[in-house]
T-cell receptor, first 112, second 115 residues
Framework: RKEVEQDPGPFNVPEGATVAFNCTYS??????FFWYRQDCRKEPKLLMS???SGNEDGRFTAQLNRASQYISLLIRDSKLSDSATYLC?????????????FGKGTTLSVSS | EPEVTQTPSHQVTQMGQEVILRCVPI?????FYWYRQILGQKVEFLVS????????KSEIFDDQFSVERPDGSNFTLKIRSTKLEDSAMYFC?????????????FGPGTRLTVL
């Protein structure tokens, strides 16, 4: 059973579109949740942490449903620069709780 | 903005050789990590390190791997005898907190190619 599952996409959308990504995780003991962004052959960059109450950062909104073990990311008014792979990441919740467990990522391509 | 740095950006080595990958974490961070990403696959946790000892390691991090903080700034990953399947991008990361709510910041990576 995969620990973090994401729809790999690709999602191809026009500029200005709203797009939503979903993610499920298997370990109910996971304590913290993140969305990272990864450009081709680059390092993962933290986009935002995800809280149970939901949180918003500009055009980006993240939601967490602990009961369903489900995380989402909504991007409004997509820009060309949003084209990247979006990684759903959860804290490993084992041993020292330091390991981040990554999904394979969802690829977004925004076109003009 | 402070950032994690890594050297070299690309390392090519022969199978069976030892390699050392170097990282300089963000200066006020105390927790350090190595991850790897095989081309086309997901990012995988290798090891976390705090207070000069390993906090946690994955199944990938076997006896061929070791980590060290040789001085106040560098954090290294050594692979003793490289195998073809060690070819990957290796990312170093650091965080100010150690567990759970630990936002980890990644370096640009070292691409390791084993021939």
């Amino acid at each position: 059973r995969k620990e973090v599952e994401q729809d790999p996409g690709p999602f191809n959308v026009p500029e200005g579109a709203t797009v939503a990504f979903n993610c499920t995780y298997s370990n109910s003991a996971s304590q913290s949740f993140f969305w990272y962004r990864q450009d081709c052959r680059k390092e993962p960059k933290l986009l935002m942490s995800v809280y149970s109450s939901g949180n918003e950062d500009g055009r980006f909104t993240a939601q967490l449903n602990r009961a369903s073990q489900y995380i989402s990311l909504l991007i409004r008014d997509s820009k060309l620069s949003d084209s990247a792979t979006y990684l759903c990441v959860v804290n490993g919740a084992n041993q020292a709780g330091t390991a981040l467990i990554f999904g394979k990522g969802t690829t977004l391509s925004v076109s003009s | 903005e402070p950032e994690v740095t890594q050297t070299p950006s690309h390392q090519v080595t022969q199978m069976g050789q030892e390699v050392i990958l170097r990282c300089v974490p963000i200066s006020n961070h105390l927790y350090f990590y190595w991850y790897r990403q095989i081309l086309g696959q997901k990012v995988e946790f290798l090891v976390s390190f705090y207070n000069n000892e390993i906090s946690e390691k994955s199944e990938i991090f076997d006896d061929q791997f070791s980590v060290e903080r040789p001085d106040g700034s560098n954090f290294t990953l050594k692979i003793r005898s490289t195998k073809l399947e060690d070819s990957a991008m290796y990312f170093c990361a650091s965080s100010s907190e150690g567990a759970f709510y630990n936002e980890q910041f990644f370096g640009p990576g070292t691409r390791l190619t084993v021939l």
